[in-house]
T-cell receptor, first 113, second 111 residues
Framework: GAGVSQSPRYKVAKRGQDVALRCDPI?????LFWYQQALGQGPEFLTY????????KSGLPSDRFFAERPEGSVSTLKIQRTQQEDSAVYLC???????????FGNGTRLTVT | DQQVKQNSPSLSVQEGRISILNCDYT??????FLWYKKYPAEGPTFLIS?????DKNEDGRFTVFLNKSAKHLSLHIVPSQPGDSAVYFCAANFGNEKLTFGTGTRLTIIP
């Protein structure tokens, strides 16, 4: 398909484990965003890339969270030493340019036990 | 500090009637507003947007109204259809592309 693809769809991790979440944006989309959505809440901004440059990481909740997009396409969000409060749906979105609407993937639901 | 607020967690409307979803914001710097629709187990889907230089934008059954002085926007859906049942998120940004979302309103269309 031509949409934003995220994998895995579901991830269960034991507290203290590291996890890596993958996002394949729409081909040609310059901007890529990661959002975290807790149950019953709206998506909350984590970080933003323009091509391979991480322009804003102000929403990352702690230094356990790390994101990269080395070649300006696929992005990975890594969470080290997961905690229960990290349990959420992690959404990736891409857009063609500034002020273009975001296209979201279906998210990865992370459950930390 | 919730900069974008959707004070109604849920709304039920009869099929064929008008659905009105409301959103308030506190940050006067916001200059672009969007509505997203979300079905269960899917990501949000862009619905309609409005720039702060306008007060209305219409796309088929969907119209967004912006009242800058009141820092309020609303989404009107008419006529409402069963497929409109979803969670609707209001979002806003200014310049830096980072969207701030509200907490969502679950709309249920009653056949």
């Amino acid at each position: 398909g031509a949409g934003v693809s995220q994998s895995p769809r579901y991830k269960v991790a034991k507290r203290g484990q590291d996890v890596a979440l993958r996002c394949d944006p729409i081909s040609g989309h310059v901007s890529l965003f990661w959002y975290q959505q807790a149950l019953g809440q709206g998506p909350e901004f984590l970080t933003y890339f323009q091509n391979e440059a991480q322009l804003d990481k102000s929403g990352l909740p702690s230094d356990r969270f790390f994101a990269e997009r080395p070649e300006g396409s696929v992005s990975t969000l890594k969470i080290q030493r997961t905690q229960q409060e990290d349990s959420a749906v992690y959404l990736c979105a891409s857009s063609l340019s500034a002020y273009s609407p975001l296209h979201f993937g279906n998210g990865t639901r992370l459950t930390v036990t | 500090d919730q900069q974008v607020k959707q004070n109604s967690p849920s709304l039920s409307v009869q099929e064929g009637r008008i659905s009105i979803l409301n959103c308030d914001y506190t940050n006067s710097m916001f200059d672009y507003f969007l509505w997203y629709k979300k079905y269960p187990a899917e990501g949000p889907t862009f619905l309609i947007s409005i720039s702060s230089i306008k007060d209305k934008n219409e796309d088929g059954r969907f119209t967004v109204f912006l009242n800058k002085s009141a820092k309020h926007l609303s989404l009107h859906i008419v006529p409402s259809q069963p497929g409109d049942s979803a969670v609707y998120f209001c979002a806003a940004n200014f310049g830096n592309e980072k969207l701030t979302f509200g907490t969502g309103t679950r709309l249920t269309i009653i056949p």
